[in-house]
């Protein structure tokens, strides 16, 4: 067994496990809302995105562009009409209602794209790779890490860079005093959603090439984001990254040592952080 | 002209309420201060003026508008902008941040930008990059007014800005205020210390359970008149 090609392909996969994260993290950063139809989301963003792939022929990255805008909308609205209605000082209200959003989200899928298991194809990007000497390594998961890395940079200089990033922290501090600043708490989440939906198609479309997906297998993803954000420290996006290869790492070392340890390796290896850091790799200072 | 007025103004939290028909009135140029024991409705008041608390419409009136249903977020862009209770820094933000997010809802010319506070309080330069909630109490205060004044507002709302301060920050703190109605504001002061209030405004209302008890220009209120109001007690 190669160790080191086994472990550079576990943190190439955490790439994949940041992405479906990152959203979830943001999204929880700014409004403290734990989003169960995350998962959900992206096999609904997968799908979009083949949607667009089987009526116009177009290459899938394309095809991505083109899912974002609606992907935005799609989470502006649900913020706006669905999601700000129960957000407050409750916390069961929203997780209530995502949940119930996880199962309409499956359902309608169920319905319009019926339970084959679908793939979006990528033609020879599939199987090409790189040989880097000590290691292989697939074209597709170096994308996947390296977009997962740009999707990082850029919310992080969205979030410490901008006018819109100083009123997302303003507004998770301290919505009431963000108001009396000119603030639309109400807006202000309708974006972070909508930004979050565009990192959920991103994530979308690595899931959609890289293997076969259906409606029921978003719940699966969403445990594996979850754990990829709370290793990292709740809010942190560097920390997500970092959750994510740890739990790519443990299934790729675990599946080195038997097929059958993959998925429970990730878990065990998230339980092991949660024991010496309960609050995570690299939690905020305060809060 | 009369800038700002509140006209029977009533305020409850559930239940319980805490303002019962308050007027007072804010002259263009002036300082008002309201003073009145802790619990008398001086925040409430100031809350319902921000948009904090809604209001029926016609209870606070602004330039003859009536706003007492507006948002936070709309009074702000009509020109009013507080400084709360406690300061309410965002810990997240640098001391130059908080400053800027000051300006996100009202995008006015006027005297006030970065540079303008800066050159009002100094000290807030050397501090910029600073968490705002690594600054002193007074150095806080400082952000905090800075922060409203960002907005260019017509009407700056104070609420117990000396309170828990040191004398003489206290006195830094009032030595802005000229400056600051220079610029073209009319402050209300929310104020515990009689004496600090009575020297900058040019009208007094004191408060008692939810109500105005006295009222007047500073020179024709007694010191028994003023105890009396403040205390409920015939001495």
Known sequence: ?287 | MTLLETRALTARYGDFQALFGVDIALQAGQTVAIIGANGAGKTTLMRSIAGVLRNAPEQVLFEGRSVGALPADEITALGIAMVPEGRRLFPSLSVEENLLIGAYGRKVQGHWGLEAVYGLFPILRERRLNPGTALSGGQQQMVAIGRALMSNPRVLLCDEISLGLAPVVIRDIYAALPRIKEAGASVVLVEQDIGQAMKVSDHVYCMMEGRVTLSGSPASLSRAAIHDAYFGAHA
């Open chain 1, 1 to 287: 067994m190669n160790w080191i090609d086994t472990i550079a392909q576990g943190v190439l996969l955490g790439g994949l496990y940041a992405l479906f994260a990152a959203g979830l993290s943001l999204v929880f950063g700014i409004m403290r809302l734990v989003n169960l139809a995350h998962g959900d989301l992206i096999v609904m963003g997968a799908y979009l995105i083949l949607l667009v792939v089987s009526v116009t022929g177009i290459n899938p990255f394309l095809a991505a562009l083109i899912a974002m805008p609606l992907m935005f909308a799609l989470g502006w609205g649900l913020q706006r009409v669905v999601l700000n209605r129960v957000l407050g000082p409750d916390i069961l209200p929203p997780l209530l209602v995502t949940f119930g959003l996880s199962i309409v989200v499956q359902n309608v899928l169920l319905q319009g794209f019926s339970a084959d298991s679908q793939r979006v194809g990528a033609g020879a990007l599939e199987t090409a790779s790189v040989d880097l000497g000590v290691v292989t390594l697939g074209v597709m998961p170096l994308l996947t890490f390296a977009s997962a890395i740009a999707v990082i940079v850029c919310l992080n200089w969205v979030f410490y860079r901008t006018s819109l990033g100083r009123a997302f922290r303003a507004t998770s501090d301290d919505p009431v005093t963000a108001s009396l600043m000119g603030i639309k708490p109400q807006g202000i989440f309708a974006m972070a959603t909508g930004i979050a939906m565009i990192v959920v198609t991103i994530a979308a479309l690595y899931l959609g090439m890289r293997a076969n997906f259906d409606p029921t297998i978003g719940p699966a993803r969403l445990i594996y984001a979850f754990e990829a954000v709370i290793i990292g420290g709740l809010g942190s996006l560097w920390g997500t990254l970092a959750g994510g290869v740890i739990i790519g790492v443990a299934q790729t070392l675990g599946a080195a040592i038997n097929p059958e340890w993959q998925i429970l390796a990730g878990h065990i290896a998230f339980l092991v952080v949660l024991l010496i850091r309960p609050r995570g790799l690299f939690p905020r200072a305060f809060d």
